[in-house]
């Protein structure tokens, strides 16, 4: 069956060091794979996309990579902030109705 | 336009009684989305419009699930007879392609 598999245990870090969050799927040829940040009792808000045939995609202190081969990618945020504390979620879109499929996030703590 | 909106943010209602959220999606996407969301746990996919039409069911959708887009604009999601199992945060996303963009939710609880 198809699974998205994300840590479940929370990451904490130290302010200033890189976070690194993994995502791994199985049974899936997405040609998209997303992140989203959610912080509590909101809505999910897009981040990132990046295309089956792109290995990285860089958005400011975010980078990602996708690695079709080993069916992963790999999120990681920069100079980590306190307030880059959240939840962060690995999307994958596949098909053609750009259905997107959400793995059951990870959740980051930056202490300051 | 300032994104997608959602009402209620809550709703608690008794079990039994039906109940009907509303989404109005950023005007010039033509995917709207609604995913049902409980805690711990990612978004899970309900149902997809394309412009009016209603192109996939997810099958955890039972037949007390409804949905609608008339003319192609704001979407409702109607769940008749709730059942305590369906409380959870339900989400609406609309798309024109690339990334999501969600609403805040409303939050249903049944007692």
């Known amino acids: 069956s198809q699974k998205i598999e994300q840590n479940s245990e929370a990451l904490n870090i130290q302010e200033g060091k890189t976070a690194t969050l993994t995502c791994n799927y199985t049974n899936y040829s997405p040609a998209y794979l997303q992140w989203y940040r959610q912080d509590p009792g909101r809505g999910p808000v897009f981040l990132l996309l990046?295309?089956?045939?792109?290995k990285e995609k860089r958005k400011e202190r975010l980078k990602v990579t996708f690695d079709t081969t080993l069916k992963q990618s790999l999120f990681h945020i920069t100079a980590s902030q306190p307030a880059d504390s959240a939840t962060y979620l690995c999307a994958l879109l596949s098909g053609g109705y750009q259905k997107v499929t959400f793995g059951t996030g990870t959740k980051l703590q930056v202490i300051p | 336009d300032t994104g997608v909106s959602q009402n209620p943010r809550h709703k608690i209602t008794k079990r039994g009684q039906n109940v009907t959220f509303r989404c109005d999606p950023i005007s010039e996407h033509n995917r709207l989305y609604w995913y049902r969301q409980t805690l711990g746990q990612g978004p899970e996919f309900l149902t997809y419009?394309?412009?009016?039409?209603?192109?996939?069911k997810s099958r955890l959708l039972s037949d007390r699930f409804s949905a609608e887009r008339p003319k192609g604009s704001f979407s409702t999601l109607e769940i008749q007879r709730t059942e305590q199992g369906d409380s959870a945060m339900y989400l609406c996303?609309?798309?024109?392609?690339?990334?999501?963009?969600f609403g805040s939710g409303t939050r249903l609880t049944v007692v």
């Open positions: 990046i295309r089956e045939n792109e």
């Open positions: 996303a609309s798309s024109g392609g690339g990334g999501y963009t």
């Open positions: 419009f394309q412009n009016e039409a209603q192109l996939e």
